[in-house]
């Protein structure tokens, strides 16, 4: 038993006081070495001067990212694979399987121009198919460059740069070596608060050619040839060219932007919306367009004709729409089919509706799972398909016939800003390492979901719904709260879970909070849900909660939480037999203890489970778990709150205590404090390395007015200095962190820090020590191969099943060819899989036979042969040369020589000639089928053309010499050959046919 677990059992509620604060120096750690120190530098502390660590990034790597791209999805002309732009690259996706095959990611450039300067960002915005190549990929991103792709070599092929942020992009056949691009205007104007220019009424709509200047054709950057302005609009929303490339229209604000593309001089015609426009589709033949709004109305337009050329000078028109509504909120995009008949919309509401545009008909496909931000249309020459592009990330397939989901692409959905607001830096969120199974347990897109993701192949394993709730909770203008799953603790078994989701008050209802206790299944892989327990801590909140470690049975297991009740409460499990089910195990509240008036904010277990921490306070509570004995009380001063108490390394003798600036290192032994940092900014939670006597604490760093972007900085302790050994830091701010044991599924140095967070920008990050990620495949830009796609299922699939096009070289038949030229005999029930493959594929029945009976008959022992030739030699006393090429059986020779095919012709000679006797004179007997099937499924029974059906006996066929399965076979008996002949031969053949049967 660990000393700390001694010395705290030896003391009585009645002498835990709170302990007095020892000078750090008086009691030196017995017998530590001192670790190896890095480079310092100096900085002052309460007036004196001490060595601080230098500053090194920590090596971090993105797990996934998160938030959905506003660039739809764009498929290949033969319909193989799809775009999905990610930040500044674009992924290229199976569409058969949904994998990621190749990653187009541009090399690092600088941005150079007055707009560029404002967004240092390079996160592609638009992408479209070349008009003219179709395994050309055209992008526009925010840094101010036009690249054109080789998406099949992955190969760059042209970066032009117009040095202004590009919003949109679009081309067509017509305008060869052209695109059109909405682009943002150089502007004085400014906004009030970050004094930066606004993006409203400075968006600029040109037409840029790809052929650059003589100065750049070699350069790596490229200026354009050819910048011809069209007009100026408001923020864009949307940019197209009309199917046959006379208009093109922009939306932005209120309005709708046309122009002639055969007049670009003439500029903008501007027809008003009663409401701010929010996406724009061509129609695919007829010249008019769709646009949806931010109330949810979608308007076809017909303003497409001679009128737009006349132009009142300060007049905006109105043009003549027709009206479609069904959308509560805005719509995201629209989509028309191929053919022209249907539109498709979709947003918030997380449904798909398809419109029939000639009856104004509608049907929706309902709980998608997410809003709906893009639509696409797959039509490759088979059945027609929907792509849904959802704001949590992840894609969504939908047949066009059945108008249900067929498949999903989802890899972590963690953007719950989507019909809700943001939680605040301060809400807890929830974040678990599930050593069973090796993945993450992470929050999901909605709130009240937890979704379990697995590292080693990037993939969503599931999503679990803690909370029921209604995914699209929004009424007019302001969101109702939904339930917010603000907890999920593990056990280091991983058996059990401990889930707490909490719904705040409002007017019309109280507060709401759960405590859910689920239990893992092996077998099937999956969460089930054991216990609920409602308002554990009344209607407050639940700040604390946490599994006991190393617990031997299942009475040792304990689950300990605070709440801002001011109690701090233990859970055990109970079991009770039944009739039905047996034993039945559930979760009840075994104690109850509170300390003083103070509110807990926080619990934790030593490592062997002897000791619970409790902060309360200005105070740090020591319990024994077992008799529920205070054994110890904690103070300091010098900080008046302590938010949390960990205990460090695998023997528990230190305790690390931290405020909102302060960090406290306790030594349990000597009831000593070790030492005490003061951090110049606010800190968060340490957390502690699972093995080594080691600890992390994190300032976060604002972002200062020197143009110093905000990041984190890593303070790493060990118990044996108040200076931080290491000081490492990372670009953003972390919401949640965990450490992730050694034995974990990250690559890492056994001795160092590998840490999971995530971050205020809802991305999911890895990050230590030498952190090293196993390579996806696709991450990087790898060229496309036509068989890199798998074949995509028709009709005929359907019909015939996939086997009938299957391969032919791993197909059945080719194993039937395979058998029957010998290549390699069938072993066992292996025969009978010949007849598995559809009947067209099967070989004839010729090739067929000999391979099939030598499967089925097995040969006979070395034993049973030589009793046969003995047997032989006995009743033949005929002349074997007579009777045709067959050799002569030497006595006591075994017969283990092979039949051959010649010498089976002449047996069969033989037996028509003088074994089998002519058949009686009147009709022939009519012939059953065998098994008495007359018909299969239906066809004629005759396989490969040789009919099963009694026959004449003249024409009754022959394989090989051997009468097929179910054919009737009459010799007719030759004129030459006398009734009455009694010769050896008949002796011979008779006495033959006995022994071979």
Not at 413 to 426: E, G
Not at 441 to 455: A, D, E, G, N, Y
Not at 955 to 972: D, F
Request: hydrophobic share 35%; aromatic share 8%; net charge neutral.
């Amino acid at each position: 038993m660990p000393v700390a677990v001694d010395r705290a059992r030896a003391m009585t509620a009645s002498d835990a006081p709170s302990s007095p604060v020892k000078a750090s120096q008086d009691i030196p750690a017995p017998g530590t070495p001192q670790p190896a120190l890095n480079p310092r530098k100096r900085r002052k502390a309460k007036g004196k001067e001490v060595e601080e660590a230098e500053e090194e990034a920590w090596s971090w790597k993105s797990l996934t990212d998160s938030s959905a791209s506003r660039v739809p999805p764009i498929f290949t002309k033969d319909g193989s694979y799809f775009f999905s732009a990610a930040g500044p690259s674009v992924k290229i996706h199976s569409v058969a399987t949904g994998e990621v095959v190749s990653t187009l990611t541009p090399p690092p450039t600088s941005i150079s121009g007055e707009a560029g300067s404002s967004l240092q960002s390079d996160v592609v915005t638009s992408a479209i198919l070349s008009p003219h190549n179709p395994f050309q990929l055209i992008t526009g991103s925010l840094d101010g460059y036009i690249r054109v792709w080789d998406f099949l070599d992955a190969s760059l092929l042209q970066t032009i740069s117009i040095a202004q942020p590009i919003f949109h992009l679009t081309a067509h056949e017509r305008f060869r070596d052209h695109v059109f691009v909405a682009a943002a205007r150089p502007t004085k104007k400014k906004t009030s608060k970050a004094n930066v220019a606004t993006a409203e009424d400075n968006v600029a709509v040109l037409r840029v050619s790809l052929k650059p200047t003589a100065a750049t054709v070699g350069a790596p950057v490229q200026t354009s040839s050819e910048v011809i302005g069209v007009g100026k609009t408001r923020s864009t929303t949307g940019l197209a060219i009309s199917p046959s490339g006379a208009w093109l229209v922009a939306t932005a604000g209120h309005k709708a932007y046309v122009c002639q593309t055969a007049d670009l001089k003439a500029g903008f015609t501007k027809f008003v919306s009663p409401e701010r426009l929010t996406c724009l589709a061509f129609h695919p033949s007829e010249e008019y367009f769709a646009t949806g709004d931010a109330t949810g109305c979608i308007r076809l337009w017909y303003c497409l004709n001679e009128s737009v050329a006349v132009k009142t000078p300060g007049v905006e028109k109105t043009a003549q729409t027709t009206t479609l509504h069904w959308h509560a909120h805005a719509v995201s995009s629209l989509a028309f089919t191929p053919n022209g008949a249907y539109l498709l919309s979709g947003g918030e509401e997380a449904v798909l509706v398809i419109w029939q545009l000639h009856t104004g008909k509608k049907e929706f496909v309902p709980r998608v799972g997410s809003p709906i931000v893009h639509i696409a249309l797959l039509n490759n020459g088979g059945e027609e398909e929907y792509l849904l592009s959802l704001a949590d990330a992840s894609f969504v397939f939908v047949r066009a016939s059945s108008l249900k989901i067929s498949r999903s692409i989802a890899r972590i959905k963690l953007d719950p800003a989507i019909s809700h607001d943001r939680p605040s830096t301060s809400t807890a969120i929830p974040l678990a390492v599930h050593s069973l199974s090796s993945t993450l347990i992470l929050p999901s897109s909605h709130p009240s979901s937890l979704q379990t993701f697995s590292p080693s192949t990037s993939r969503l394993i599931s999503e679990l719904e803690v909370s029921p709730s209604n995914r699209v909770s929004r009424r007019d203008e302001k969101p109702l709260q939904p339930s917010r799953v603000e907890r999920a603790v593990l056990s280091d078994s991983g058996d059990w879970m401990a889930t707490v989701d909490y719904r705040e008050a409002e007017e019309s209802f109280r507060a709401e909070v759960y405590m859910k206790i689920w239990q893992w299944d092996r077998k099937g892989g999956f969460w089930v849900l054991n216990t609920r327990i409602d308002r554990p801590h009344g209607l407050k909140k639940v700040t604390g909660v946490a599994f006991r470690p190393r617990a031997r049975t299942q009475d040792d297991l304990l689950l300990a939480t605070t709440g801002e009740d001011g109690h701090i409460k233990t859970w055990r499990i109970r079991s009770v037999k039944t009739k039905t089910e047996g034993v039945e195990e559930f979760w009840v509240a075994r104690s109850t203890l509170r300390f003083r008036d103070e509110t807990p904010s926080n619990v934790s277990w030593s490592p062997d489970g002897s000791l619970l921490a409790v902060s309360v306070g200005s105070h740090v509570a020591i319990y024994d778990p077992d008799t529920n004995a205070l054994c110890q009380v904690l103070t300091c001063p010098e900080c008046a709150t302590m938010s949390s108490a960990e205990f460090v390394g695998s023997s528990g003798r230190y305790l690390v205590v931290s405020g909102p600036r302060d960090v406290l290192l306790w030594d349990l032994v000597s009831q000593s404090l070790r030492w005490h940092y003061r951090s110049q900014t606010v800190i968060e939670r340490p957390v502690v390395h699972p093995e080594e006597d080691r600890f992390v604490v994190m300032e976060r760093v604002p972002a200062s007015t020197n143009t110093e972007a905000p990041h984190t900085r890593i303070l790493v302790f060990s118990p044996y200095s108040s200076s931080p050994a290491a000081i490492r830091t990372l670009p953003f701010h972390l919401r949640s962190v965990v450490p992730v044991p050694s034995s974990g599924f990250f690559p890492s140095d056994p001795t160092g820090f590998t840490l999971v967070g995530i971050t205020d920008s809802w991305s999911v990050v890895v990050f230590g020590d030498d952190v090293q990620l196993p390579e996806e495949e696709g991450a990087s830009a790898q060229g496309i191969t036509r068989d890199a796609a798998a074949g995509k299922r028709t009709l005929f699939h359907d019909i015939f099943g996939a086997s009938a096009f299957a391969d032919l070289a791993t197909g059945p038949s080719a194993s039937t060819s395979a058998i029957a030229s010998s290549a390699q005999p069938w072993k066992g029930k292996e025969v009978a899989q010949v007849f598995d493959a559809p009947a067209h594929l099967l070989p004839p029945l010729e090739t067929l036979f000999d391979a099939v009976m030598d499967g089925f008959l097995t040969a006979r022992p070395d034993d049973e042969h030589e009793d046969q030739d003995k047997e032989l030699e006995e009743d033949m006393d005929v002349d074997e040369a007579a009777e045709g090429p067959s050799q002569p059986i030497k006595g006591g020779a075994p017969l283990d020589r092979v039949v051959d095919r010649q010498e089976m012709h002449g047996f069969v000679e033989l037996f028509a000639q003088v074994a089998i006797k002519a058949p009686p004179s009147g009709p022939p007997p009519a012939f059953p089928q065998p098994n008495g099937i007359h018909k299969r499924n239906g066809i004629p029974p005759h396989i490969n053309g040789i009919r099963t059906a009694p026959s004449t006996p003249a024409n009754a066929t022959k394989v090989n010499g051997v009468t097929p399965k179910g054919q009737s076979y009459t010799p007719s008996r030759p004129p030459s050959t006398p009734q009455s002949d009694a010769s050896p031969a008949v002796k011979a053949g008779k006495k033959r046919k006995k022994s071979l049967g």
